[in-house]
């Protein structure tokens, strides 16, 4: 379809998604007189559709209250009858609003016209998909920077998963392989090691407006019933503080709904090929407790994914066989028109009976160890949410407490030695809140400013266990309390310009302690853990350009970093200091994948990392953490999306990166160097770990109508990941990736309900996720392999 010349290119999408489309069920409808762009996103939420609104003189029309019980298809159509307007259906859940065509006149004879003005007077752009992730409830249209969205619907297609959904469909986010909440992940190219330790992570990873972790991996939370996940490169020190310098992802959960009760079951089994039988289940649940004014959701997850690697020398077969099993509960309190309170508790449960890793170059998928390294994560989070509006400015206060537990065994046997397993825990305790207040116009103009106080503790402790006997080793507890401030404010400097300034300043109490150290009381072990404080200045700042019809090119600057700490270095404990990003990234993007029959996208960003921070092997094979050096990385990013047919569409993707560490950290830190010691001056340590050099991905997918009442959706892809190396030095420096890993789903869905059939792995490759699996000598190169093929056959309801 093609837009008039005085129309504005972009329009609105409402993304609340459902695992079941609700435009032909019937609804309470209660939309209360206002302009159409209210109605629309009311109804948008209400039934989980998507809709476009083309033209931006409907966007502002006022239409009357609309009641009554009926579907959301129906509903859009009386609000476009009093719009003047008519509506396009493009699938079961997305919808154009456009204005109504008129028959054309007969043929008359030529009248005089009265002037057109040569130029028309500006009308402000309709708004795009709202970024959550902005704080500012931006349009997508107006955020300067890298934005990418995956909707809940999708990342729940073919059964619940978790993070490794969502690294499956995007080719900026990386990740280690040591297993289901034992990972970190990385965006943009910024990853500081392949271990966990004291180090704060790179990424951000967020429920709502809370961080879900600080300084612990990535807890893996079933990725169910959300509305998306939203990924913003980084850095994000402006809006997020520390731990954003790579980027920040943002589970947006789906809405309590207040005025009806529903509900959805998805329900799987899976076969993997060499190896154990697996399942999956998902439940939701909406119950309107008091009708539009209290309600509850609850979510509740379970999964079994089947082992596939043996360990000949115990008998045993299929070890890695692993449980999740989780849930979130919120309840919604509509205190007032303007006014809600929100109780959300989310909780989940890991137990993974062995690791993940084989033996390089033995028989594929074994592992030739005498131990068992079972691991196990548990994570907990309550928060409560305070949502309002005063006059114009929007405000939102946050506050939660999270629990969050791993426990890690890795074989440290030594050739010719008794089994032996060192056993690694790591305690994590964070008390946060965020309150901000916001005005954001029409045109993409606003401010914002907020408050923010972060107290998170960690206990490290770690021991050798053999036969008979555990020997405990050095152990240490950071604890890190923030206070920051920060704000952002845009403006419409021409009709086609939009400048962003934003400024944060935090401050923040480092301390620490050694735990069952022999330096614990000495006056050097005092010394060496006395307190410190620091202050962090954190400026960004963006321009945004116009460039036409759905074009937009950006140029955004903006800084990051993370705090120091203390750490355990060959048995006595160090401190780290803190490391620090700048980046520049310039972008242009055309159009939107899911909307418009082509989009496009383009960023380069150039990061200078200094001091940076990375976890890395002693000398006596021990995880520990330091400053390494500074780092520079360029990385390209281009996605295309074109649709081929009605219902069928082509998505591309890739990454490129480019980095070097390239200096050595001051002299009074331990480095870590080709043998664990340290790095002589202005040594070149290679490429930054972890990162492929290239990342690609391409992806189908085809939705029809069968008939009236039945849909057909195909879902394929497939991923390729280049070469990286595990760590710095000789001994980490192990090539894995050069890999491609692939899969489909297909669902038949009825009115209530559906089945799938898919396929992962569909080669059945090996390849090499991650070249680590226990960080001591053990005499036995490492491998990560693929999971198997694996066919999975699934039913889902709702109601």
Not at 190 to 202: L, M, R
Not at 471 to 495: F, K
Not at 727 to 747: F, H, K, Y
């Amino acid at each position: 379809m093609k837009l008039g010349a005085r129309s504005a290119a972009i329009g609105l999408m409402i993304a609340a998604i459902a695992p079941s489309p609700a435009a032909a069920q019937t609804l309470a409808i209660d939309l209360p007189a206002g302009s159409v762009s209210a109605q629309v996103l009311a109804l948008g939420r209400l039934a989980r559709v998507s809709v476009v609104v083309t033209d931006p003189r409907l966007w502002s029309k006022p239409v009357p209250a609309l009641r009554g019980r009926m579907s959301a298809l129906a509903a859009l159509r009386l609000i476009a009858a009093r719009c003047g307007g008519e509506v396009e259906p493009i699938d079961a859940a997305l919808f154009r609003l456009v204005p109504k065509r008129t028959p054309l006149p007969r043929a008359h004879p030529a009248r005089p016209r009265p002037p057109v003005p040569a130029v028309p007077p500006p009308e402000p752009p309709a708004p795009d998909i709202i970024v959550v992730g902005s704080k500012r409830d931006l349009p997508f249209g107006r955020v300067a920077g890298q934005v990418m969205r995956v909707s809940g619907r999708d990342l729940e297609f073919g059964g619940v998963g978790g993070t490794e959904r969502l690294t499956s469909r995007l080719s900026t986010v990386a990740s280690t392989y040591l297993g289901a909440g034992r990972n970190k992940l990385f965006i943009r190219g910024i990853a500081d090691s392949s271990f966990t330790g004291p180090s704060q992570a790179t990424v951000g990873q967020y429920f709502g407006d809370l961080r879900l972790s600080y300084n612990a991996p990535d807890p893996d939370l079933r990725l169910a019933d959300l509305a998306a996940v939203e990924v913003l490169a980084g850095p994000q020190g402006t809006l997020y503080g520390a731990g954003s310098l790579g980027g920040l992802i943002r589970l947006v959960p789906n809405l309590v709904e207040l005025d009806r009760t529903s509900g959805s079951v998805a329900i799987g089994a899976s076969a993997t090929q060499h190896g154990a039988p697996g399942y999956d289940a998902q439940g939701v649940l909406n119950v309107p407790i008091v009708t539009d004014r209290l309600g509850v959701r609850l979510v509740a997850t379970s999964v079994e994914e089947g082992g596939y690697i043996d360990k000949p020398l115990l008998g045993r077969h299929d070890v890695n066989t692993t449980r999740i099993d989780g849930g979130r509960g919120t309840v919604h309190l509509k205190i007032a028109d303007d006014w809600s309170a929100e109780l959300i508790g989310i909780g989940q449960r890991i137990r993974g009976a062995d690791s993940q890793y084989a033996d390089r170059g033995a028989r594929a998928l074994t592992r030739n160890a005498r131990v068992v390294e079972g691991f196990g994560a548990d994570f907990g989070q309550g928060q409560f949410v305070l949502s309002g509006k005063v006059g114009d400015v929007r405000l939102r206060s946050s506050t939660g407490i999270t629990a969050h537990d791993l426990t890690e065994r890795y074989d440290a046997t030594l050739v010719g030695d008794d089994p032996t397993l060192f056993t690694q825990a790591n305690r994590t305790r964070m008390v946060a809140n965020e309150t901000r207040g916001w005005v954001t116009h029409a045109d993409g103009s606003g401010w914002l400013l907020g408050l923010s106080f972060t107290d998170n503790r960690t206990r490290l402790s770690r021991a050798f266990v053999s036969p008979g006997q555990r020997q405990q080793l050095p152990g240490v507890s950071n604890a890190v309390q923030e206070i920051t401030a920060y704000g952002e404010a845009s403006i419409r400097a021409t009709r086609t310009v939009l400048l962003t300034g934003g400024l944060r300043v935090g401050r923040s109490v480092l301390t620490g302690a050694a735990e069952d150290s022999l330096l614990q009381n000495t006056p050097e072990g005092l010394a060496t853990l006395a307190s410190r404080r620091e202050v962090s200045v954190l400026p960004s700042a963006s321009a945004l350009i116009d460039a036409g019809p759905n074009a937009t090119m950006y140029l955004r600057y903006q800084q990051g970093f993370r705090p120091g700490g203390l750490t355990i270095y060959n048995g006595d404990v160090q401190r780290f200091n803190n490391d620090h990003v700048g980046t520049i990234e310039a972008g242009y993007r055309f159009g939107r994948a899911a909307r418009d029959p082509f989009a496009f996208s383009f960023t380069v960003a150039h990061t200078g990392w200094r001091n940076i921070q990375a976890d890395f092997l002693d000398g006596g094979g021990f995880p520990s953490t330091a400053n390494v050096g500074d780092g520079d990385i360029w990385t390209v990013e281009t996605t295309a999306s074109a649709r081929l047919a009605r219902g069928l569409r082509i998505d591309a993707a890739i990454s490129l990166n480019d980095s070097s560490i390239n200096e050595r950290a001051p002299k009074d830190l331990p480095v870590a160097g080709a043998s664990g010691g340290p790095v002589g001056a202005a040594a070149r340590l290679g490429p930054i770990p972890n990162i492929a050099n290239v990342t690609a991905r391409v992806g189908m997918t085809y939705d029809a109508a069968l008939s009236d009442h039945a849909r057909l959706k195909v879902d394929g892809w497939a991923r390729y990941v280049g070469v990286s190396r595990l760590g710095l030095g000789p001994e980490l420096g192990e090539e894995q990736g050069n890999l491609v890993d692939s899969g489909i789903t297909a669902r038949v869905g009825w009115d209530r309900f559906g089945v799938t059939i898919g396929v992962t792995n569909l080669t059945d490759a090996r390849g090499n996720r991650f070249a680590l699996g226990t960080p001591f000598l053990t005499g036995r190169a490492q491998v990560t392999p693929l999971r198997p093929r694996t066919l999975r056959i699934g039913f889902d309801a709702a109601f």
